[in-house]
């Protein structure tokens, strides 16, 4: 009975330091996961004069939204930080916690929600009703419009569905009526046979 015990001890002990040590031995940081802005926000800058702008959604320890851009946009740096804050606190209607903006090369500027807040006051209702975390698991329907491409996508999709239960709904009901009329021949040759 002891040396079961010391036997099971030992196994634990044994399958608890193989499990433990690698994670132990080797930490590893996933990389932060990124993925486009689901608004119309890059086109917006690229409007404003701002030459290649990305605006992307990283999820690490934080939340953020990052707009790097290559130059362009007013020529007076405050002033384009400013474009960029106002463009995306009106446009992304997802929470975030801070905003990162990079020209090019250089060090990247990041600014938190309460300082955007406190300089450009309240978002519109409706805004940040989402994080960007539940619209990375639930895709671009979580927290804005569907585009009109995705209505002519659903417009597609629903009127074929239609069009095959219509299809069905045709050759059920002709398949019906011709082993109905075939029923009825039957019985009809089976009555002049017997009468």
């Known amino acids: 009975m002891v040396v079961r015990r010391v036997a099971v001890v030992a196994l634990s002990g044994l399958i608890l330091a193989a499990v433990a040590s690698p994670a132990a031995a080797s930490p590893s940081q996933t990389p932060p996961q990124t993925f486009k802005s689901q608004f119309n926000t890059e086109y917006i800058l690229q409007v404003q004069g701002f030459f290649t702008p990305h605006v992307v959604y990283r999820i ?19 002033d384009a930080i400013s474009k960029i804050e106002g463009t995306v606190w009106g446009l992304e209607r997802l929470h975030f916690d801070h905003l990162v903006i990079q020209n090019g090369n250089q060090a990247p500027l990041v600014v938190s929600y309460e300082e955007l807040e406190g300089s450009l006051g309240p978002r519109p209702s409706g805004y940040d009703a989402a994080p960007l975390s539940i619209a990375a698991a639930f895709g671009p329907a979580v927290g804005g419009a569907l585009a009109f491409d995705d209505f002519v996508h659903l417009f597609k999709v629903i009127v074929a569905v239609i069009g095959i239960t219509a299809l069905l709904a045709v050759l059920a009901f002709g398949l019906a009526s011709y082993l109905g009329s075939r029923t009825r021949e039957r019985d009809d040759r089976a009555d002049r046979l017997f009468a």
Do not use: K, R
């Open 60 to 78: 690490e320890a934080f939340e953020d939204i990052v707009v790097v851009y290559d130059g362009g946009g007013p020529e007076n740096p405050l």
